[in-house]
C-alpha cells in the first residue's frame, strides 16, 4: 500500500478495541480500550508486564493481537497493519543496527528499503535533528549506549511520520539526551501524534493524556 501525499500529511487517529496479546499461554496485554487522537503526546503507562511494549508493537503492526483489535488512520482513512510501517516511527529498546555500517549508512538503508527519494540527505537530516550529526561516518560498533538510543530516535523520525511511538524513549540517555526527548515530543505532537510507553515520570510530563494499563487489563485515557 502506498499512502497518498495529502493522506501523509493528514491528522492520525490511534483506536483499540478490546486490544489483547498473549505469548504461549503468558498473559502479555490484558484487553485495553482507547482512542487518541492528533494533535498531542499520550504516556502508556502501568506496572513492568502490564504490556505497555506489547501495546506499541500491536499498534505498529508488528505484533497480531491475540483478541481485538487496533486501528490506525489517516484523515479517516484506516492503513492496515502490513503498511503501518509507512506511516509511522517505532522506537524501542529492542532496535538494532548493522553494526559494520555506519550511522549514515544505516539509516540511509532504511530509508531506501521505504522507498523514499534523497534517502543519504533525509539521514543526514534525521541525524542531526537528534544531535549525531559529528557521527555520521562512524561505525555503529564505537557508538555508546546513549548514542545507539539517538539513532533509535534518528531512525523514527527519518521519514517525517505524522505518528510517533516510543518505547522507553530515555533510556540510556544522560539528561541532554532526555531534553532532546522532550524536544522531539513536543515537535511531533504539535501537529501530529506521539505515543510514549514510559514508567518515567519525567516522560509523563510531556504527555497531555494518558492511558494506564491496568491489572484488570483497562485502559483509561485521561
Not at 490511534?14 to 503468558?26: D, P
Request: proline letters at 5%; aromatic letters at 4%.
Amino acid at each position: 500500500m502506498s499512502v497518498a501525499p495529502a493522506a501523509a500529511t493528514a491528522a492520525p487517529l490511534v483506536e483499540a478495541r478490546g486490544l489483547a496479546h498473549i505469548y504461549s499461554g503468558r498473559r502479555g496485554l490484558a484487553p485495553v480500550d482507547f482512542r487518541v487522537e492528533a494533535p498531542g503526546v499520550v504516556a502508556v503507562t502501568g506496572p513492568n508486564g502490564s504490556g505497555k511494549s506489547t501495546l506499541l508493537r500491536l499498534v505498529a503492526g508488528l505484533l497480531r493481537p491475540t483478541a481485538g483489535s487496533s486501528v490506525v488512520a489517516l484523515g479517516g482513512r484506516a492503513v492496515p497493519p502490513a503498511a503501518r510501517r509507512t506511516v509511522l516511527g517505532f522506537a524501542s529498546p529492542e532496535l538494532a543496527f548493522y553494526d559494520e555500517l555506519t550511522c549514515l549508512e544505516n539509516l540511509a538503508f532504511a530509508a531506501e528499503a521505504r522507498g523514499g527519494q534523497g534517502a543519504r540527505d533525509a539521514a543526514r537530516a534525521a541525524l542531526a535533528r537528534v544531535g549525531l550529526e559529528g557521527r555520521v561516518d562512524d561505525r555503529v560498533t564505537a557508538l555508546s549506549s546513549g548514542m545507539k538510543q539517538r539513532l533509535r530516535l534518528a531512525f523514527a523520525v527519518l521519514h517525517r511520520p505524522r505518528l510517533l511511538l516510543l518505547d522507553e524513549p530515555g533510556s540510556h540517555l544522560d539528561e541532554e539526551g532526555r531534553r532532546l526527548v522532550e524536544r522531539l515530543a513536543g515537535e511531533e505532537g504539535r501537529d501530529g501524534l506521539v505515543v510514549i510507553a514510559t514508567n518515567d515520570e519525567r516522560e509523563w510530563g510531556l504527555a497531555g493524556r494518558r492511558i494506564e494499563l491496568r491489572g484488570s487489563g483497562l485502559g483509561h485515557p485521561a
